[in-house]
């Protein structure tokens, strides 16, 4: 059974630090990408690619909102995926899920295979 499961997530002010962690099992991920998504509230909200990176390591993208903010960072031996984000805005707020798509990045969430249940992170002003 594959499971992802996030942690880190909470209320902080702006201009601070969180650092998300996604532990990830069930299934050897070479091949994959992995990515933190998030989402808004509210209708017609969608997931938002915030930061990939492949299994290897090799390759990272970033949302342009996310640029010179946040860093996505994989630890192979601890099956872990990071997502330390710097300079926290409150329309950063969104519950960020943890996910892993085999092959190639795509930019569109229904492509993304695996999912966490996401961690709510809140930034007040």
């Known amino acids: 059974q594959v499971q992802l499961v996030e942690s880190g997530g909470g209320l902080v002010q702006a201009g601070d630090s969180l650092r998300l962690s996604c532990v990830v099992s069930?299934?050897?991920?070479?091949?994959?990408?992995m990515g933190w998504f998030r989402q808004t509230p509210g209708a017609g909200s969608e997931r938002e690619l915030v930061?990939?990176?492949?299994?290897?390591?090799?390759?990272?993208h970033y949302a342009d909102s996310a640029k010179d903010r946040f860093a996505i960072s994989l630890d192979n031996a601890k099956n872990t995926v990071y997502l330390q984000m710097n300079k926290l805005k409150p329309e950063d707020t969104a519950v960020y899920s943890c996910?892993?798509?085999?092959?190639?990045?795509?930019?569109?969430?229904?492509?993304?295979?695996?999912w966490g249940q996401g961690t709510q992170v809140t930034v007040s002003s």
């Open positions: 996910a892993a798509k085999p092959g190639s990045l795509s930019f569109t969430y229904y492509f993304w295979r695996y």
């Open positions: 069930g299934r050897n991920f070479s091949g994959h990408v």
């Open positions: 930061a990939a990176i492949t299994w290897s390591g090799d390759s990272t």
